[in-house]
């Protein structure tokens, strides 16, 4: 039974069980999983708690949940990565930005750094902000003094954190933080601010056409091009100037998953 | 709304606005929900138009930390902007459509929100809680309310995420977040063979069972390597193994960790701990065993033996017990039925 003030107003709620609850604990600690590891911990959960009972499509029992958890602004959101394309998840806050997330882990000073980085980040070219450019900032910063030295590890916490990325010295944001802070980006920085041409979601790596200035995610890209051999901008028809990604493939992904450093080992038994 | 309020609502933002980017927004919700209506323009603490915004939007923490004293009390400042009236509908965008879908227009049901977001905060980063920090979190106009909010969160703790919210210490008004979802073999869960912890409890104890109830710490790990369980590896489900069996389960009495006596360099052994006697038996974990190996108990016949000698001497003991609490029950009622007697002539 749930009590009336627990139903959406146009949803019918679904109905939740052990199998769901320990789905939702599970994915809360990671903060953000991809879709192979999220359909490893469903099964998990199902021979935990009802061994017996079919395991749900993924998406049918995510949406099962997300019903249930409307009432609380809380949904499990699924996103890509912007560089290669795979499908994550994460559990977020719609009525809070959940930035505020962030905002219970960091000090004033260093959620000030993180807020100038964000803007290096979205106002870039490439999607990327240089650590310089980010330390170069650090005079202004509101709250505490912070030295240069300092800022450096504050940002490599944002990093632990799963808040940015770094290549090469540069920063951009982690896929965590685009499924969770899109709302929050779009609305405090509505001119600034990229979106994608095919998907029109929010865009910080992407590819540009050279003459009418649209951009792309890079996996947009990989599926509108797929087999085609004369890429066209979708928008003014030019030719396409940039090498066109590969389309994810999971099955591809779990056959190479042994050899990447920061993949799991492959198990013969789950638990 | 009548005219006058408009341009205090406007002077009352502008004061908001600069108060919230030095100091945490207690402020601003405090004089917000006193008003009663709370505009979404109210708590943006970064300015701009704010009419884009969705109503459930709480713009007015993003990367603000509280300057409240208990610090990690994000949620203080959001009660503002949950407007009761679904105006903004219209102009939200699409990716936060969800957030205005279900309003039932009912106040208490934000501050619920909130209140559950703060708990789930706290539940992961395994912090105590205090009735003090969750009070912070009601303003004014709603504390009478605070026990209706706090149930109506634990409520929705339980049915969404499986965690009970207890008070753990009546008197200074602690609150813990246990999770429902694992208890312990007793009998309490329908399954005792899958929560995470206790399976890899169980595959321990059955690794200590098998080497003849006490096992090397070696054996442990190289049957939980078997597994894709490393000792230095975050797993997807355990998080930190080493931590869990050689602290966690260790501290929960489940497990005993010891060093190999005279071992120089230190070895290390475990057994099972008091608790793992209590709650499971050598028979239920030998049916874990076979399980996993897809077969019967019996199927290891010297395991199955000593099993079978373990279950008979707990049937014994169990049944010594009942006698006992049978012969006190007599006697306690012999006596209560004489004094009646004596009591009725």
């Keep these: 039974m749930v009590p009336s003030y627990m139903?959406?107003?146009?949803?019918r709620v679904g109905i939740m069980t052990d199998v769901h609850r320990r789905f939702l604990q599970l994915l809360m600690t990671h903060g953000v999983l991809e879709e192979w590891d999220v359909k490893?911990?469903?099964?998990?959960?199902?021979?935990?708690?009802?061994?017996?009972?079919?395991?749900?499509?993924?998406?049918?029992?995510?949406?099962?949940?997300?019903?249930?958890?409307?009432?609380?602004?809380?949904?499990?959101?699924?996103?890509?990565?912007?560089?290669?394309?795979?499908?994550?998840?994460?559990?977020?806050?719609?009525?809070?930005?959940?930035?505020?997330?962030?905002?219970?882990?960091?000090?004033?000073?260093?959620?000030?750094?993180?807020?100038?980085?964000?803007?290096?980040?979205?106002?870039?070219?490439?999607?990327?902000?240089?650590?310089?450019?980010?330390?170069?900032?650090?005079?202004?910063?509101?709250?505490?003094?912070?030295?240069?030295?300092?800022?450096?590890q504050v940002l490599q916490k944002f990093v632990q954190h799963?808040?940015?990325?770094?290549?090469?010295?540069?920063?951009?944001?982690?896929?965590?933080?685009?499924?969770?802070?899109?709302?929050y980006i779009r609305e405090t920085h509505p001119d600034a601010?990229?979106?994608?041409d095919l998907c029109h979601g929010l865009l910080i790596q992407g590819q540009s056409c050279e003459t009418c200035g649209i951009?792309?995610?890079?996996?947009?890209?990989a599926k509108y091009f797929q087999s085609n051999s004369e890429p066209r901008c979708p928008h003014c028809n030019d030719y396409w100037p940039h090498e066109i990604p590969e389309v994810f493939d999971p099955e591809k992904e779990r056959e190479a998953g042994i050899s990447k450093s920061n993949k799991k080992p492959l198990r013969s038994r789950q638990h | 709304m009548p005219r006058g309020q408009k341009s205090k609502l406007r002077a009352r933002e502008k004061r908001r606005q600069a108060r919230a980017e030095t100091k945490g927004l207690e402020g601003a919700q405090a004089t917000a929900a006193a008003e009663g209506e709370s505009p979404s323009s109210a708590c943006l603490p970064f300015g701009g138009e704010p009419q884009n915004l969705p109503a459930a939007d709480i713009p007015?923490?993003?990367?603000?930390?509280?300057?409240?004293?208990?610090?990690?009390?994000?949620?203080?400042?959001?009660?503002?902007?949950?407007?009761?009236?679904?105006?903004?509908?219209?102009?939200?965008?699409?990716?936060?459509?969800?957030?205005?879908?279900?309003?039932?227009?009912?106040?208490?049901?934000?501050?619920?929100?909130?209140?559950?977001?703060?708990?789930?905060?706290?539940?992961?980063?395994?912090?105590?809680?205090t009735k003090a920090d969750m009070l912070k979190l009601v303003t004014k106009n709603y504390k009478p309310h605070f026990n209706e909010i706090l149930r109506r969160s634990s409520e929705y703790m339980e049915l969404a995420f499986g965690v009970d919210l207890k008070e753990v210490d009546p008197i200074r008004h602690w609150y813990a977040l246990v999770n429902k979802l694992e208890l312990t073999f007793d009998g309490t869960m329908n399954n005792e063979e899958g929560m995470p912890k206790t399976s890899l409890l169980m595959i321990v104890l059955s690794v200590i069972?098998?080497?003849?109830?006490?096992?090397?710490?070696?054996?442990?790990?190289?049957?939980?390597?078997?597994?894709?369980?490393?000792?230095?590896?975050k797993h997807f489900i355990y998080g930190e193994p080493r931590k869990i069996i050689t602290e966690d389960l260790v501290q929960l009495n489940y497990l005993e960790y010891q060093q190999v006596?005279?071992?120089?360099?230190?070895?290390?052994?475990?057994?099972?701990?008091?608790?793992?006697?209590?709650?499971?038996?050598?028979m239920k974990v030998l049916e874990f065993l076979a399980r996993l190996h897809d077969t019967i108990p019996s199927a290891f016949p010297s395991w199955y033996e000593e099993a079978l000698k373990d279950e008979e001497e707990r049937a014994r003991a169990r049944a010594a017990a009942r006698a006992r609490t049978a012969a006190a029950m007599a006697s306690a009622r012999s006596r209560a039925m004489a004094r009646n007697f004596s009591h009725t002539k």
Excluded at chain 2, 265 to 274: A, I, S
Aim: net charge negative; proline share 5%.
């Design chain 1, 162 to 183: 799963k808040w940015l990325v770094e290549k090469e010295g540069e920063f951009t944001l982690h896929c965590r933080a685009i499924l969770e802070m899109e709302q």
């Design chain 2, 60 to 129: 007015s923490t993003p990367l603000a930390p509280q300057g409240a004293p208990s610090t990690t009390n994000t949620m203080a400042a959001d009660s503002c902007t949950y407007p009761d009236e679904d105006s903004s509908q219209d102009e939200k965008n699409a990716t936060s459509s969800k957030g205005t879908k279900g309003r039932s227009g009912d106040p208490l049901n934000d501050k619920v929100v909130l209140m559950v977001q703060f708990l789930l905060q706290k539940y992961q980063k395994k912090e105590p809680i």
């Design chain 1, 193 to 196: 601010v990229k979106v994608c």
């Design chain 1, 7 to 11: 139903q959406g107003s146009t949803r």
């Design chain 2, 209 to 233: 069972f098998m080497q003849g109830n006490c096992a090397p710490e070696e054996e442990v790990w190289k049957v939980l390597n078997m597994m894709g369980v490393y000792a230095d590896r």
């Design chain 1, 40 to 152: 490893r911990l469903q099964k998990h959960c199902y021979k935990v708690h009802d061994c017996n009972a079919t395991v749900e499509k993924l998406e049918d029992f995510i949406n099962n949940i997300n019903s249930v958890l409307e009432s609380l602004y809380i949904e499990i959101k699924k996103g890509v990565t912007e560089d290669d394309g795979r499908p994550i998840y994460a559990l977020v806050n719609l009525a809070t930005t959940s930035v505020s997330k962030m905002a219970s882990d960091f000090a004033e000073n260093e959620l000030d750094l993180f807020r100038k980085a964000l803007e290096l980040i979205i106002d870039s070219e490439t999607g990327f902000a240089s650590s310089t450019n980010i330390l170069n900032l650090v005079d202004q910063l509101k709250g505490k003094k912070m030295r240069k030295k300092e800022a450096e």
């Design chain 2, 261 to 282: 006596p005279n071992s120089d360099p230190p070895r290390y052994e475990f057994l099972w701990g008091p608790r793992a006697h209590a709650e499971t038996s050598k």
């Design chain 1, 215 to 221: 951009k792309m995610h890079l996996p947009c890209v």
